[in-house]
């Protein structure tokens, strides 16, 4: 038997960093096949149990093993919303393929690849895509925020009936899928294949209504919903409280991302400004700060440095957006803080970084880094960026009586998810904090079962 | 899809329209903006509420062609449509219990502080409006502002209206006779309000700004309007857009504003050699 994964067939990096045409390719029917037969399909199935919504992983893959890869598509569907989605952003390394039996000698199946493989198959091949549209019950949901947990939500409470509303301040619908993760590593019109098919099933999506702003939860329950879930996410950005950070020219990730990803200013066709940097700093070292960093090159920027406080090891970016920034040259420097950026006449000048050193670990595991006295060094830079991170965003709480928070602005939920006002559900980045878009997902299909279970106590 | 209902040139520069959209016209206050999208392709750029008529479900804006997105709207006609429309964002201004406020505009600014004179004017507030434009060609809202105000004053930059001087100086001229604010509202370019705002710390009045930052979202998402207000970031459109004039950093924000300024001037130089047939 083989032990290393089918290779990802994919662009080259001196070709990739030219556009923002998708740097992985997928599968083809050959390479699939050939992966999928390294699942042995062990009857423990540790993978399963380790993937937040539970794909039935083994069964898909002997469907793609037999070519068949329309069942193989709706295994994956049955408990997962946004396959195609999925095949790509989740940390798989991290979740089902961590857990794999061929990882304990060698690789482990490529589950994520696999997945990507028989939704884009379908997504392409099966044109007229059947949803089943469930008998309606009569029942009324809304949902806030159309991101990864609201669009799973939906999707569940749908099937089972749910006459669901999914209100969305943005003008396209996506989250966190559309404005943040670019298109080289999730494909717009992805996402809005998989929102059309959610459309099918009797979803309803209301753009441009920010909640809290056009109308209020309690004036949705007014308006007959009878339960509302919150997936409002972790949109409002941080950032270092360092001297020089409202400078021009210095960007929080989350506008330098909307105004690429979003708004599309890397097309001559839309409006949307964007300064043509040359040398662009990325400040932090998870997937955002990788997005943005290959996102600078990719806008021509000729030298982009990733600066990390912490050491490789600790990054939280998935291994492959780490080797795919490495490929792409960004420069990385870890161990290495900001601690000023200077500003002249023209914009961003430099940044001051000092060098830090990893102390004791702290109550997480995870050792802290402390900075070395002296060591003070310039980057020269003429752009920012700030990606260390985002917390909720406070709409929906200052303007709901009752809703309550921890200390860090996360809504505070039970086990069923319901945050401290009766009816109202959360679930995603806005109890956790920012994570993962599968860890949302799997919070808005465990609110979607509360909620049927809510609603049907109250007949 | 949101219809326009109305649209009136206010002078060569400036228009204002009428939007339908009942959702934002039912919530919307003074001091709150919206963000418009007109198709597509277009930017999202924020313009501040300056009227809204929650009966007919409409929402009046007022806004100056500066830039692409300006010059798209002004094409569209009553009957067209744009794409977005959302709002009302930002908080509503904090007028209660004012008695007796000074409301200055400058140049496109009037817009916005109408609809501020407005609130109070008909929350029985005594209102002085200073209004200010470059020469008497350019007034705006003029019979708009009276009818809001129990004192108007218009000035011009070079007296063609026969009342010469900045908006500082008729606001300094009625301080010093006597008049005795408890609110100052100032409304226009960057280095107005700060003019503004330098002349009322000296007198120790109260003094409100509004502030139309580099946003995207309007929601708190992107960062981009954050301004530094009493040494504390804040973000215009989740904190503001009014601030207390007085702990406003307001050299940063005229450096962060010029950011987009040579994109802008290109944008536009290329337009014009395509118009005048030139090339590079």
Known sequence: MINKKTPMPSLSAEERIKSFDEVALGYTEEMAKCEADRCIECKNKPCVSACPV?????????????????????????????????????????????????????????????????????????KEKEERVAEP??????????????????GDLAALGYEVTVFEALHAAGGVLMYGIPEFRLPKSIVQSEIEQLKKKGVRFMLDMVIGKVLTVDELFENGYEAVFVGSGAGLPNFMNIPGESAAGVYSANEFLTRINLMKAYRDDYDTPIKKYKKIAVVGGGNVAMDAARCAKRLGAEEVYLIYRRSEEEMPARNEEIEHAKEEQIIFKTLTNPVRINSGESGVESVTCVRMELGEPDEGGRRSPVAVEGSEFDISVDCVVIAIGNSPNPLIRTTTEGIEVNRKGCLVVNEDLMTTRDGIFAGGDAVSGAATVILAMGAGKSAAESIDKYIKSKQ | ?????????????????????????????????????????????????????????????????????????DTLEVGDSVLDFVGPLGRASELEGVKNAAVIGGGAG????????????????????????????????????????????????DGSNGNNGFVTDALRKQIESGAKYDLVVAIGPLPMMKAV???????????????????????????????????????????????DGHLVDFDEIIARNKMYRSEEADALHRHQCMMEGMSE
């Open chain 1, 54 to 126: 539970n794909v039935r992983i083994p069964e898909f893959i002997s469907s793609i093993k037999k070519g068949d890869y329309k069942t193989a598509y709706e295994i994956i569907k049955s408990t997962n919303s946004l396959p195609a989605v999925c095949g790509r952003v989740c940390p798989q390394e991290k979740q089902c393929e961590s857990r794999c039996t061929r990882g304990i000698k060698g690789e482990p199946v490529g589950i994520g690849r696999l997945e990507r493989f028989a939704a884009d198959w379908y997504l392409k091949n099966i």
């Open chain 2, 110 to 157: 009037c817009a916005i502080a109408y609809p501020q004179a407005k609130a109070l004017f008909n929350s029985g507030a005594t209102v002085d409006m200073i209004a200010g434009f470059r020469n008497k060609e350019i007034v705006i809202l003029e019979d708009e502002m009276r009818a809001v105000s129990t004192r108007l004053f218009v000035m011009t930059d």
């Open chain 2, 1 to 73: 899809m949101f219809k326009i209902i109305e649209k009136r040139r206010l002078n060569d520069q400036m228009t204002l329209m009428s939007i339908d959209a009942p959702f934002v016209a039912k919530k919307a206050k003074a001091g709150q903006f919206i963000i418009i999208r007109v198709n597509e392709t277009g930017e999202r750029i924020p313009l501040t509420v300056a009227d809204y008529d929650r009966e007919k479900g409409s929402v009046t804006i007022i806004y100056q062609k500066v830039g692409k997105t300006t010059g798209l709207l």
């Open chain 2, 197 to 243: 705002c330098d002349l009322t710390k000296q007198y120790g009045i109260k003094t409100v700004i509004s502030l139309n930052p580099i946003m995207i979202d309007g929601t708190g998402m992107c960062g981009g309007c954050r301004v530094t207000v009493d040494g504390k970031t804040r973000f215009a459109c989740v904190d503001g857009p009014d601030f």
């Open chain 1, 137 to 154: 019950n009569g029942h009324k949901v809304a949902v806030i925020g159309s991101g990864p947990a609201g669009l799973s939500c939906a």
